[in-house]
């Protein structure tokens, strides 16, 4: 280890909360990280069945592959049975054993959604045709699975699966257009529990196949010191700047975000030296907070490995994956240039430096030490461009980590390391799983019921037919939404619900999609419920409603993004005119640029109102849709931004003399 990397640690050493802190501080605003830390025959047994549940994955995304439902049901009969073993019932419960009942409920939810492994065969010779004792065996697996699902992503999700249960039933008693003739409990439970449209669901095949891999996937990378890896670099390339540690989080949680799903893991997982950092150097403890809130959150719209949803949104639309993320980059661009922006703006205009560039490791350093740990993301961005299907590269990327982190010793995983990737990948991958079972429920009373097209035909009628409108109400279901609901399972009942409104409304369906997955996204940063901004402002002690605000202000040009690419799909890549990208795409630069100038007030100096007003309008206009708006908005942000610059210069010169 040479002088700089010691220095480096030292620093990280000195500013890092303790591990004890960050864990409570997750388990706070994160369900999934409310786990019991099981020790003795416990907890060898559940690593041994999370490491079991990790290999199965791998095999069958490798080397051999089972029928949809098989698979489905293998995966979910994993991740019950874990859940029940691992989350208590509730916060105040023993987290270092697990009760007699809990393995109860445990051994029972394995067997009810065991059973569709064994007797899949027999169930579809017979067209899901159901038997007595099939009805009680779906009933207590709807039960458990709720359970399961309450314990593990909250309380909302559940509540809802249960309405929508119960509408199957009862709908003949709903007033309206609304009204359905009602199902007997013979067919609720035929659908939801033997066919693939309930619970062993779509979502629930997406989350069995590419998400688990890919979660496996980040924590192999985790574990040979790939997130070490990526802090260091982002330490190494904007440490030393203006306001270097801010820069350094929006750099950090980026690349992170390729290989973690989660705005609070994120937040959590580079949080604990940046936003430190960040005070140290002067930014003002919620604004840190809110900093490293936006920079995580925009983790999930980073190709070339998104969250969950992205997965799922192509099984939906079935184009392939790598056509999602292509249609991604150029607003991912877009949202982490805002957020770099403000950071610098506030930096200058507070004239924050950055860390001595003594403390901090060389780039070259870095990059010799653990630079071979980004071999990995490339091999997968390159199988995808083979046409290799997500599931494969994920795969494949698992096996690169294996070989590539031998390389060097500093890296090379033992075998522990390796069974610990295998039971840290299974466990990220529980919640998820629960996730989309849950929403099996909703989407399975869509199907049976026509509900989703029923909404979706009312929203087009309550707008009017208005497009805008639309886009509107479906933002604020989006975000409402949100509060309560995992990202991915917000993506799951919006596209469901609210994305068929949009395409009746001729919005193109990868543009109609990436609207309700951003805005279910950005709930995380939107008040009053925002988690990864709640998790930032407690890492950082600042107020958890003043760091929402900030956050939200920061990403500002992030709620209007989703609009601009509905009304000119050309910024997804859809319908490419080169001249008219390159300008849309400039505009929309410079657009984010002034908005935050404008919102600081600041720009190579202090801004007269007028002038904050003039960048503003500017700033609007430039994320506008229409060619010659970008053209002459381009134009108008580039006059100002000279103007600044010479009566900038004329009053440093005039107080010089």
């Not at 199965?56 to 874990?82: E, K």
């Not at 019921?449 to 707008?463: E, F, K, Q, R």
């Not at 960048?615 to 206009?621: P, S, T």
């Amino acid at each position: 280890m040479d002088e700089k990397e010691s220095k480096n640690e030292s620093l990280l050493d000195k500013v890092s909360m303790d591990e004890a802190q960050v864990s409570s501080l997750v388990e706070k605003y994160d369900a999934e990280s409310r786990y019991r830390r099981l020790t003795g025959w416990q907890g060898i047994f559940i690593s041994l069945w999370l490491a079991a549940m990790s290999l199965f994955h791998l095999y069958t995304a490798g080397i051999a592959t089972l029928p949809i439902t098989i698979q489905r049901a293998v995966h979910l009969t994993f991740a019950v049975v874990a859940v029940y073993i691992l989350f208590p019932a509730s916060q105040r419960a023993n987290k270092r054993s697990t009760p007699w009942y809990d393995w109860i409920l445990a051994i029972a939810a394995g067997c009810v959604t065991g059973y569709i492994i064994f007797f899949f065969n027999e169930i579809a010779r017979r067209g899901a045709e159901p038997k007595e004792y099939e009805i009680y065996l779906g009933i207590a697996a709807i039960i458990l699975v709720l359970e399961a699902g309450r314990r593990v992503v909250g309380n909302v999700l559940p509540c809802m699966s249960v309405l929508f249960l119960l509408y199957c039933y009862f709908g003949n008693y709903v007033p309206g257009i609304f009204q359905i003739r009602g199902y007997p409990i013979s067919r609720i439970i035929q659908h939801m529990y033997l066919t693939p449209e309930g619970i062993f669901g779509l979502a629930l095949g997406v989350s069995a196949t590419f998400v688990i891999v890919f979660i496996i996937f980040g924590a192999y990378l985790s574990q040979s010191g790939g997130a070490k890896f990526f802090n260091e670099l982002a330490l190494a390339l904007a440490g030393n700047k203006p306001g270097g540690p801010a820069k350094v989080a929006v750099v950090a949680s980026g690349l992170l975000g390729t290989i973690n799903g989660s705005s609070v893991a994120n937040v959590a997982t580079t949080g604990t030296f940046t936003i430190p950092l960040m005070k140290k150097v002067g930014y003002p403890p919620y604004y840190a907070g809110a900093v490293e809130a936006c920079a995580s959150t925009g983790g999930q719209l980073m190709p070339p490995i998104m969250g969950a949803g992205a997965f799922i949104m192509s099984e939906f639309l079935n184009i392939p994956y790598l056509s999602i993320a292509a249609a991604a980059i150029i607003p991912a661009m877009i949202y982490y240039t805002a957020i770099f922006t403000n950071v610098h703006i506030r930096a200058r205009k507070q004239r924050l430096s950055g860390i001595p560039k003594e403390e901090l490791p060389s780039v070259k350093g870095v990059m010799k030490s653990d630079g071979h740990l980004i071999i990995p993301v490339i091999v997968i961005i390159v199988t995808l461009l083979m046409k290799y299907t997500p599931l494969r590269a994920g795969f494949i990327g698992v096996v690169s980590v294996i070989l590539v982190s031998s390389l060097k010793k500093n890296t090379r995983m033992s075998l522990k390391d390796n069974f610990n990737a295998l039971v840290e990948g299974a466990r990220g991958g529980l919640g998820v799983a629960l996730a989309c079972a849950l929403v099996g429920f909703i989407v399975g009373t869509s199907s049976l019921t026509s509900l989703g097209l029923t909404i979706s035909n009312n929203i087009i009628d309550i707008s009017g037919g208005k497009l805008l409108l639309t886009l509107v109400m479906a933002m604020v279901a989006c975000l409402v939404l949100g509060m309560g609901l995992p990202t991915t399972a917000n993506y799951i009942v919006c596209s469901t619900i609210i994305a068929p409104a949009l395409v009746g409304m001729n919005v193109i369906p990868i543009a109609a999609h990436l609207f309700v997955f951003y805005f279910g996204i950005m709930a995380d940063l939107t008040p009053p419920v925002c988690l990864a901004a709640f998790t930032g402002a407690g890492i950082a002690g600042a107020s958890p409603a003043k760091t929402g605000v900030t956050a939200t202000r920061i990403a500002l040009a992030s709620y209007l993004l989703p609009y601009c690419f509905v009304y000119n799909p050309m910024l997804l890549l859809q319908h490419v005119e080169p001249v008219e990208l390159a300008v849309l795409v400039v505009s929309a630069l410079l657009g984010v640029v002034a908005l935050a100038g404008s919102f600081e007030g600041w720009f190579y100096r202090d801004m007269k109102p007028y002038e904050r007003i003039a960048f503003g309008v500017l700033a609007l206009a430039s994320i506008h849709h229409n060619f010659t708006v970008s053209v002459v908005s381009i134009i108008g942000i580039v006059v100002v931004i000279i103007y600044l610059k010479k009566t900038t210069k004329k009053t440093d010169a005039a107080a010089a003399a």
